[in-house]
C-alpha cells in the first residue's frame, strides 16, 4: 500500500483507528474494539473466496 494514499497505514501493514467502533450508553460511554478493523475485512475475503468456489 502507498502510505501516500493512505496515511494512517502502520509499518506492519494494518491502520490506526482513533474513532470509537461501539456504544455502550449514547453520550455516557463508548467502546473500542481493538479486532473490528481486521475482523470485518477477514469476513468480506472469506465470503469472497467461497462465492468463487461456486
Do not use: C, Q
Amino acid at each position: 500500500a502507498d502510505p501516500d494514499r493512505n496515511p494512517d497505514r502502520e509499518p506492519a501493514g494494518s491502520w490506526s483507528e482513533t474513532e470509537f467502533t461501539g456504544t455502550g450508553f449514547p453520550k455516557v460511554f463508548y467502546l473500542r474494539y481493538h479486532l473490528y478493523r481486521h475482523s470485518f475485512p477477514l469476513m468480506a475475503i472469506g465470503r469472497w473466496l467461497e462465492a468463487r468456489r461456486g
